[in-house]
């Protein structure tokens, strides 16, 4: 039985944009303004970088 959790990093991977770097997926998000929302990841599929949504934080 498959993983539901494995299709879904599958899908995410293809659906977002990869990036060579920690470094230029954050400079990405904050070009766009969005670096305190964004976090950086490295993806296990593409071994590339993609950027995913912070949980929302109160503070
Ligand atoms: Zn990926």
């Known amino acids: ?4 959790t ?6 995410a991977c293809a659906r977002k944009r ?4 920690q470094g230029d997926a954050l400079d990405a998000a904050l070009i766009a303004g969005v670096e305190r929302h964004r976090t950086a990841y490295r993806c296990v599929l ?5 950027l995913a949504t ?3 934080r109160r503070t």
Do not use: L, V
């Open 1 to 4: 039985m498959k993983r539901p």
């Open 6 to 11: 494995h299709e879904g990093r599958q899908q």
């Open 18 to 21: 990869r990036y060579c770097s």
């Open 46 to 50: 593409c071994g590339q970088w993609h």
């Open 54 to 56: 912070k949980p929302a």
